[in-house]
């Protein structure tokens, strides 16, 4: 059973930080682009950064450039996203994602590439 499971949401004042983890399970990790996107209330889901399943290519939204970290340990199946200097406009659920490929150095930008989504963790940024 495939499970992508979030944690480390919750309320944080503008200028502050917070460090997203997703658990995998129940698939390949190592074959896998992982990747967070996010749904602010009202809004699309809209992408925030993504992993090749390598590891050597990573890429970012504009929005979340400079300010979030994307890492991942294909040894323990887990991915985070480091966010700091966060801003109210980061306010949304945010969704752990993964991509199956065979292109190991492939990202993806779109969430209708993903095959599997976590159940998305809370952020809250007050100003």
């Known amino acids: 059973q495939v499970q992508l499971v979030e944690s480390g949401g919750g309320l944080v004042q503008a200028g502050g930080s917070l460090r997203l983890s997703c658990a995998a399970s129940?698939?390949?990790?190592?074959?896998?682009?992982m990747g967070w996107f996010r749904q602010a209330p009202g809004k699309e889901r809209e992408f925030v950064a993504v992993?090749?399943?390598?590891?050597?290519?990573?890429f970012y939204a504009d929005s979340a450039k400079g300010r979030f970290t994307l890492s991942r340990d294909n040894a323990k199946n887990t991915v985070s996203l480091q966010m700091n200097d966060l801003e109210p406009e980061d306010t949304g659920v945010y969704y752990c994602?993964?991509?199956?490929?065979?292109?190991?150095?492939?990202?993806?930008?779109?969430?209708?590439?993903?095959?599997?989504w976590g159940q998305g963790t809370q952020v809250t940024v007050s100003s």
């Open positions: 994602a993964a991509k199956n490929t065979y292109y190991t150095g492939f990202i993806y930008t779109e969430g209708v590439d993903y095959d599997y």
């Open positions: 129940g698939f390949t990790f190592s074959s896998s682009a």
């Open positions: 992993r090749s399943s390598s590891g050597t290519n990573i």
